[in-house]
């Protein structure tokens, strides 16, 4: 049993969506709020530095925990103190109890 109390942080959940330009009719997509404000336990925080075709790029990986949300998918983002999280990994814990969610963001 994970205590309520580890669930100390608040995490937004984005999805993709997509529209059409009403002027030129191109496929425009953005980002939608899908779930705000879930509860969240940050159980991971990593960041790293490294050179890619001649830049330093930063890493920042995080891991989330929160209760089961049905139709999560690693299509969507987390926003964490304003900073966007492309979804890597999500894995079951107990039988949709909970959720870790493993996210990296690279600027």
Do not use: H
């Not at 997509?18 to 030129?24: C, L, V």
């Not at 953005?30 to 490294?50: C, D, H, I, M, Y």
């Not at 304003?82 to 890597?88: E, L, N, P, Q």
């Amino acid at each position: 049993m994970i205590a309520a109390g580890r669930l100390d942080r608040r995490i937004d959940i984005q999805r993709l969506t997509e529209s059409r330009d009403a002027t030129y009719g191109a496929v425009v997509e953005t980002w939608a709020n899908w779930k705000t404000a879930v509860p969240a336990g940050l159980t991971q925080s990593t960041g790293r530095e490294f050179l890619s075709t001649d830049q330093t790029v930063s890493e920042r990986l995080k891991v989330f925990l929160v209760r089961y949300i049905d139709g999560l998918t690693v299509r969507d983002r987390v926003i964490f103190d304003a900073v966007s999280y492309d979804i890597g990994d999500i894995r079951e814990i107990g039988r949709r109890r909970f959720q870790e969610i493993q996210c990296a963001a690279t600027t």
